[in-house]
């Protein structure tokens, strides 16, 4: 049985803190244990927590991929998602400078793309407008947009700054504060995955899976 949150100690971004200056498998190998204890555990807590509301969450491995991350083995992060769908889920993070919850849609795959830019242009970008509207000014909302306009779209189209995203995505960001050390993170936690949630379960619906379940065999 996991043992009930009751936050981040402030081991945790003592623990990044110190990677950051010292990434190599020699200093992992010395210090796995303060990651276990003060970052892995209260994670899984947290996550076991959140997950009657929002579903399982998948806690990511601590591991860089080698191929992408040059002379870095270890995350200086710690991550954990719940999916809705490909590439669309909620997100929360510790690093040395504290605290992050997001979600959106984050990698477009396959026929996302497409179905994406059909909803904006159809009756539902209605609501994807006003959930934009409606999301509070503390979260940074980012598009990877296009710099131009998407190929056969109006340059006056009502709804192009929606049709230029490529991702829609939503943070937030907290400074490491004696509050994080206290199971107040997860209402903070809760709270913000609920204020986004409406915004995923948009895109759930509209971009929907990578591949079309059809053309399975």
Do not use: C
Request: aromatic residues 10%.
């Amino acid at each position: 049985m996991t043992d009930p949150f009751a936050g981040f100690p402030v081991q945790a971004f003592e623990f990044y803190d110190a990677l950051s200056a010292n990434n190599t498998k020699p200093w992992w190998n010395e210090h796995r244990g303060e990651y276990e204890e003060f970052v892995k555990a209260p994670f899984t807590a947290l996550t076991a927590e959140l997950e009657p509301t929002f579903g399982a969450a998948k806690l990511f491995r601590p591991y860089n991929d080698t191929r992408f991350h040059k002379g870095e083995p270890l995350k200086t992060h710690q991550g954990a998602t719940v999916m809705l769908e490909d590439g669309v889920g909620l997100y929360v993070q510790v690093s040395a400078t504290g605290l992050m919850t997001a979600g959106g849609w984050y990698s477009p795959g396959g026929e996302q793309l497409r179905r994406y830019r059909e909803a904006v242009d159809g009756p539902a970008g209605a609501e994807l407008e006003r959930l934009m509207k409606v999301l509070p000014k503390t979260f940074t909302v980012d598009g990877n947009q296009l710099a131009t306009k998407p190929k056969g779209v109006d340059a006056d189209h009502p709804r192009l700054d929606l049709l230029r995203n490529r991702r829609l995505t939503a943070a937030r960001n907290y400074a490491v504060e004696p509050w994080i050390s206290t199971r107040k993170t997860l209402s903070v936690v809760r709270k913000d995955w609920n204020t986004i949630l409406p915004l995923l379960e948009w895109l759930a619906d509209h971009v929907g899976p990578a591949e079309d379940p059809g053309n399975q065999g």
